[in-house]
């Protein structure tokens, strides 16, 4: 399918939607798994790079299958409340799936997700596509568990208070996630280096996890203290009239000037922890394709498709190196 026509199709069901898409939103998902194609050593990455845009616009997918297509099964694998779990750190909780659902029961993991379990599951399934070189699966799961890994580097998708409901803060979700990042993130400088081979996923995943939950207090506190006794259209851009506006997910749209004090005050959070995102999700295909025996990925394209993104590649690479993400216009939600 072509690009713009895919793009269009997406945009136009996402905008046929009336509830808020949550997990970095278009434009946090579609730089980060680009950034992470960008990530990867030459060996592999330009397999990922001569199908960037599938990838890029599979980034959101996910996303769609939960709340556009109200996929019932969907919901559970983009966050974790680890408060319901009394959460003590990574030795306390299950290692695989089969042992959460044996400790809490299946039922217990739709309700308080099941994040980093399925994080695990998607890389087996990808290592598994690898080995036995079949392409379509290969790009199809690469591209959801950079979904998944990305949306476990958002703090809130670890929480229980996961849009503020809990402390008087509802919208604050997507306006960490993609508000500031559309506002702000052409500035951002979001440069990772090159891939690592993963030596212990399990480990990793809950590192993840525990490094966002950590944030979930500052996040939350700053913009508390902010709204403390500010009128509405001090916090939020206004409509005609004079309600708190809203995107067409049906987010409030906080103003220009309360985001820009807010994105000063969270310090760089937003933009380490996309950079963040960007490292470990190359991270986590690189290994999936080391572990799968270092498979040659490059035959599975025809040689001219690769002799004819090579110069893209290049100019891609270049600007990549200065932090830079080229050539991507994602649909605005804010």
């Known amino acids: 399918m072509n690009k713009k026509i ?59 299958r939960k709340h556009v297509m109200n996929d019932k099964a969907e919901a559970s694998r983009h966050y974790i409340d680890l408060e319901r779990y009394s959460y003590a750190g990574r030795t306390t909780m299950p290692r695989t799936m089969d042992e959460a659902i044996t400790k809490y029961s299946k039922d217990t993991l739709d309700r308080y997700g099941l994040l980093p379990w399925y994080i695990q599951d998607m890389m087996a399934k990808l290592t598994d596509a690898m080995k036995h070189k079949r392409k379509t699966e290969i790009l199809l799961l690469a591209a959801d568990l950079g979904h998944y890994v990305a949306d476990a580097h958002m703090p809130l998708h670890t929480s229980l208070n996961h849009n503020g409901q809990l402390t008087g803060q509802v919208g604050i979700h997507a306006f960490w996630e993609s508000q500031l990042p559309e506002l702000f993130g052409k500035s951002y400088h979001l440069y990772s280096g090159t891939a690592h081979y993963i030596g212990d996923v399990e480990k990793a995943t809950w590192d993840i996890i525990d490094s966002s939950h950590k944030l979930v207090d500052t996040l939350l506190g700053i913009e508390l203290k902010m709204r403390k006794d500010k009128p509405e259209d001090k ?100």
């Open 6 to 64: 895919f793009v269009t199709l997406i945009v136009t069901v996402l905008m046929a939607s009336s509830v808020a898409v949550f997990g970095w939103g278009v434009w946090g998902h579609n730089h980060i798994n680009k950034g992470a194609v960008l990530s990867l050593p030459t060996e592999m990455g330009m397999f990922f790079y001569n199908h960037c845009d599938f990838i890029v616009e599979e980034s959101t997918v996910p996303d769609i």
């Open 235 to 334: 916090q939020y851009a206004m409509d005609a009239g004079g309600k708190p506006a809203k995107n067409k997910f049906g987010s409030p749209v906080h103003s220009y000037e309360y985001a820009h004090v807010y994105h000063e005050l969270l310090n760089g959070m937003v933009e380490r922890q996309m950079r963040s995102a960007i490292a470990d999700v190359a991270d986590f295909w690189y290994t999936a394709w080391v572990n799968a025996g270092k498979p040659d990925l490059d035959d599975l394209d025809p040689a001219s498709m690769t002799d004819r993104n090579k110069a893209l590649y290049k100019e891609d690479m270049k600007a990549w190196k200065t932090g830079k993400i080229k050539g991507l216009r994602s649909d605005k939600e804010f």
